[in-house]
C-alpha cells in the first residue's frame, strides 16, 4: 500500500502552518518526519488520516483519494499513536480492543478477540491484559497504544512521537519493534521523532519540516551537515560507528 501526499497545505486559523507538503511512501518504508518544535510534524500527520481536514492537497492512499473515502475505511487502513493520551479506567484488553471499533457492528466477533490476543502476544503485553492502564509505566503504556493502532490492522502506521516519554532502553525497544511489525505485517509507518539518531538508524525515509514547508525528503543521505544547520541552525558532525551514523553538535 502507498501513501502519497500532494501538495497539502493547512492553517488552524489564518496563518499557513503547513504549506505545500509533497511526499511519497510504499510498502516496508519508514519515514521519519523531523523538524523543530512548532514546525508542523503533529499537524501533518493529523492531516494524513484526516482527523484534520486540510484547506489544499490531497492524500492518495493506493492511488485513490483519502477524501472520498468514508472514515471507518480510513481507519481501516491508517492506524494512528497520538502523541497524547487521555484514559479512564479501564483495562489493557479494553483498551486495545477498542482499536477494532472500525470493524465492529453490533457485536464482537471471534476475530476481534483474536487479533487483540494475536497483537497483546506480539508486543509483550499478555501478562498485562487485566491491568488498568493508569498503573502502566510510560513505555508499558506505549507499547498499548500502539497495540490498540495495529489491531486496526493498519496498512499504514502514523506515530507521533512514539519514543517520547520513554527510557533509553524502552526508545530502541520500541522502535526496533515498530521495525519488526513493518517488516511481518508488510506495512509501512509515518513517525514524528526528535531524535535524530534514532531516525537515522530506524527510518529509510526522511522528511525535513522548516516552519511548516518541506526543506527536504529522501533517504539518509539528506541528513547532513548542511541540512541540520540550515534547519536546527546547529552545527554537526556525522561520525561512522561500525556501519550507524552518529550525528554530534559541536
Ligand atoms: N489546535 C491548534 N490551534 C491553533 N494552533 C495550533 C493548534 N495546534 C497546533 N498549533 C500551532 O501549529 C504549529 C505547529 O504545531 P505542531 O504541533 O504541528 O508542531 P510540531 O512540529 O509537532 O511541534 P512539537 O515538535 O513541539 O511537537 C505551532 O505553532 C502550534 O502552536
Known sequence: MSLLADNISFSYWKEDIIRNVAFSIEEGDCLAVLGTNGAGKSTLLKCLNRILEPQGGTVYINGKDSFKLKRSDIAKNIGYVPQNHNFTKERVFDTVLLGRKPYIKWYLGQRDIKIVEEVLELLDLKDYSMRYIHELSGGELQKVIIARALVQEPKILLMDEPTSNLDLRNQVEVLNMIKKIIKKKRISAIITIHDLNLALRFANKFLLLKEGECFNFG????????????????????????????????
Open 219 to 250: 533517504d539518509a543521505s539528506i541528513i547532513n551537515p548542511e541540512s541540520i544547520k540550515q534547519v536546527y541552525d546547529v552545527e554537526v558532525v556525522i561520525k561512522d560507528y561500525k556501519g550507524i551514523p552518529v550525528i554530534i553538535p559541536i
